[in-house]
């Protein structure tokens, strides 16, 4: 990942809840429980979207009879939609349990990653996903998953991916009162295995709550697990 401390990160800025930038566009999801209340958002949640492309994605968040939104997703590319303004509730996180609260949409920004999600192997050295997408073992990492007992496979994220996610984090960080981070394999260990092993999470966490962009820049791998 040594593209990762070639460029430098993308600024972002919120105003008014819609966050600005290059490459940000905006359509609006019906999926909201209103607005958060005061002192909330507080954490922010990961996760992928286990689909083929970010305007499919895009298109169930946004659509009112999918029952799911999110706030952001984030394009292989690096493009950034965002679906809800972030002073309202959307609905990300589903049952969910975190440090003795459950119910996390109610405190959290959801942030959704374009990502194929768990993968197949097909015996042959390729990969395929849920939806029958092939992959060459490039675009795959072979991992344990925290919450699982055996091996996987797991859709690579891209560089440029990640540092616009970071810079996200960092925009959504400064302007509101986040203490935490945490993936949806997190808050939802019986269910859910997003962002899993190929997304360097705890490198995030550390980066954005810490301020550790020294140790973002240096490090080539992630301890993850
Ligand atoms: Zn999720």
């Not at 566009?25 to 990961?46: A, E, K, M, Y």
């Not at 690579?156 to 981070?181: E, G, M, P």
């Amino acid at each position: 990942m040594n593209t990762l401390h070639a460029s430098p990160l993308p600024l972002f800025s919120i105003d008014d809840h819609i966050l600005t930038g290059d490459n940000i566009t905006f359509r609006l999801s019906p999926n909201t429980s209103g607005r958060f209340q005061s002192g909330s958002p507080d954490t922010i949640v990961i996760h992928f979207t286990a689909g083929s492309s970010l305007s499919s994605s895009v298109n169930v968040l946004t659509n009112a009879d999918s029952g799911v939104s999110a706030h952001f997703a984030v394009g292989r590319n690096g493009d950034i939609v965002q679906m809800l303004p972030t002073n309202k509730i959307a609905w990300h996180a589903g049952e969910s349990y975190y440090e003795g609260r459950s119910g996390l949409n109610q405190y959290s920004i959801g942030i959704e990653l374009d990502n194929a999600g768990q993968l197949k192997a097909r015996g042959d050295g390729t990969f395929e996903s849920w939806f029958g997408e092939i992959f060459g073992e490039n675009e795959v990492l072979a991992a344990q998953h925290i919450n699982q007992q055996s091996m996987g496979y797991w859709h690579k994220y891209t560089d440029v991916q990640i540092v616009r996610t970071l810079s996200l984090c960092k925009a959504l960080c400064s302007h509101y009162n986040i203490s935490t981070i945490v993936g949806h394999e997190e808050i939802a260990p019986s269910r859910k295995v997003d962002p899993g092993p190929a997304f360097p999470l705890q490198r995030l966490k550390a980066a954005v709550l810490q301020s550790d962009s020294e140790r973002w820049a240096t490090e080539s791998s992630d301890s993850n697990s």
